[in-house]
């Protein structure tokens, strides 16, 4: 059972260096569409400073406008790398308390890097404002909770799902996060992994292609984390309710 528990550690640890360089991968194609907008932008303003002819004021306003795009692509850039910086820190960092809301609302940042949900999945957000924080903060939440979107959006690019909405709220008091996935539902498969019992967890080869969803699911229900899904036209359903 002890060496069981080494080898579980184990794989936490490798799946979570595999997301820090599909984060890293993603990070590296989004950071290259604002370096090459500088560059423009400052070819233009070269050619401006080098210009014989006075300025006029038109041509002011046309610079200040160039010098506030560039400052929004260093803010992109900058929040970016911010971006990438926190999820490195998720194994050896720990909040004090869990506040639900702002860790989706910036896991979405993080599914920015997978390029099919970005340019692709039409997604909605409905956080409760009323949701409290939860303390102590689950030990392994943080990754796991990655683990999970990351398959989330893996498994949204293999069924060409369009639609996801994420949402929290409460359950008979248990902060609830709400997922909703559309145009077309999810698979069997990924849904009856969610389901499966953590007492009897699969074998290596049986979690092939899906090591991220497995690790993630026996992290959550090891922290009290409990599954419901509903299949319906079209469409996927899945509550993941906390411990009171």
Avoid at 11 to 31: E, P, Q, T
Avoid at 71 to 84: G, R, V, W, Y
Avoid at 123 to 131: A, G, I, K, N, Q
Avoid at 175 to 192: H, K, M, N, Q, W
């Amino acid at each position: 059972m002890e060496q069981l528990q080494v080898s579980l550690n184990d794989l936490v640890h490798l799946c979570h260096l595999a997301s820090l360089g599909k984060l890293l991968g993603g990070l590296i194609h989004n950071l290259n569409s604002p370096l090459h907008s500088l560059g423009m932008q400052m070819d233009v303003m070269q050619h401006f400073i080098l210009k014989k002819d006075a300025p006029n004021a038109d041509a002011f306003e046309k610079l200040s406008a160039r010098l506030t795009q560039m400052n929004d692509e260093f803010d992109n850039l900058n929040a970016q790398i911010k971006i990438a910086g926190v999820r490195a820190d998720f194994m050896e960092t720990r909040p004090e308390k869990l506040d639900i809301n702002h860790f989706l609302h910036q896991e979405m940042q993080f599914l920015k890097t997978n390029l099919y949900f970005k340019h692709n999945v039409d997604t909605t957000l409905e956080f409760s404002p009323s949701l409290q924080a939860i303390t102590p903060c689950p030990p392994q939440f943080s990754l796991a909770m990655g683990l999970f979107l990351e398959s989330l959006a893996e498994e949204l690019e293999r069924m060409e799902s369009k639609r996801l909405s994420l949402g929290t709220g409460t359950t008979e008091g248990r902060p609830t996060i709400a997922v909703d996935v559309g145009d077309p539902a999810l698979s069997e498969r990924f849904c009856g992994i969610l389901h499966m019992n953590p007492e009897s967890p699969p074998s290596l080869e049986e979690m092939s292609g899906e090591m991220n969803l497995f690790i993630s699911v026996l992290l959550l229900k090891s922290e009290g984390v409990t599954f419901e899904t509903e299949f319906r036209d079209r469409g996927t359903s899945i509550r993941l309710m906390f411990a009171r």
